[in-house]
């Protein structure tokens, strides 16, 4: 039912033919020529309905393959998707919003978000009858990549830069990957990935060079819709490195109204650090009518997964954040800091700080009066804290070691 109509270049609007090309408008280049998968949707919205995903019985993102590009037969075991959606009734009293959920994108198979766009981008690759994966990331990508290629049997090369996390790193090479750490900041080891890619004709998993991505990642939209009866809340805030998965929500949302399930999507709000923040730009500009690209600043902040100082999908992110009229807004490390442990103490969710920093934004647009009161916003948290213990625990102090006697534990609970 999903088969896609055309691969359309955001720049040009050239429609070229489903898999005729298998990562960027050949004409337009990379980020300017971010290809967007379109589906018939009027044949579509004749064929689905609300009960359609529940009667799928599939607990991961393939209960949507009606509305994917490729088929669950090509995916490979990793299960990803379907995660939990929170409600925070106390949370959102003290804030002043009707309602607040926390869509948990750490239960993943590889602890992140990016296994959405992985799943669907190794099965197309299988689909494709592709003998390697190629990926360059922040390091979550990477990691996911490596997973499913794991999973799969595939071979894959991921390159990150040096600075990557160690946990992300040893998670890494326990999946068997050849990994390539370089000696420069992420759009360093972009550049040089997407080179090997084309010398040795890998499939690029990189955001921004697959449109199979951003199919991926707008399944968490759909789960969003699907747990809310598709009474979709006015807000949904993520937190933005390259663009990838904020332009993968929007584009789910948009499609679940252009299928006729949903009414009207949520403003769908960027959160980006303030030290990395060359998104948030190109969207100010695009509100002032000047050119989103180039797309590209120094990257510097405490959160490892949105530190990127080009990003690959700035376009995609910009058009869909402003077709769903929503926007960005930028926080600073040590707002990213305190979410990441306000986060974990009032929902049980402990993220990595990309992963907390929409709960730093939400904080900012509420107090700023852009979210008004009696809102309903669903936050989605992206990655796991495991996944960098150490920038989760910026600023904690460590509790104190006690001898092991029942005395040490009495002075301490009764002071
Ligand atoms: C990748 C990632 C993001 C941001 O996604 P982009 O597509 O790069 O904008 C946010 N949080 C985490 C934990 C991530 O891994
Ligand atoms: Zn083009």
Redesign the pocket.
Known sequence: MGEPVAFRCLTCGRQHAPWSVDDVCPRCGPVAGALEVEYDYPYLSRRLSRGTFAESRRLSLWRYEPLLPVSEKHAVPLRAGWTPLYACPTLAAELGLGALWVKDDTVNPTA???DRGTAVTVAAARKLGRAALVCASTG??ATSTAGFCAAGGIPCYIFVPRSAPRAKLAQLVAFGATVFPVDGVYGDAFQVAVQAGRRFGWYNRS?GMNPMVVEGNKTGAFEVGEELRCDLPEFALV????????AGLAKGFLELVRVGLAERVPRVYGVQAAGAAAVAHAFARHQEGKPILPAREEAETVAD??R?DRPQ?ALRAVKAVAKTEGGFVTVTDEEIVAATQELARRTGVFA?P??AAPYAGLLRLVVEGRIPSGSRVVLFV??SGLKDPEGALRGVEMPEVIPPTLDAVAEAVEG
């Open positions: 992140s978000c990016k979550n990508a955001d937190s933005v490195g390259d663009g990838a998965v904020v997964s949105i990127v999908d990595e990309s992963g992206t990655g």
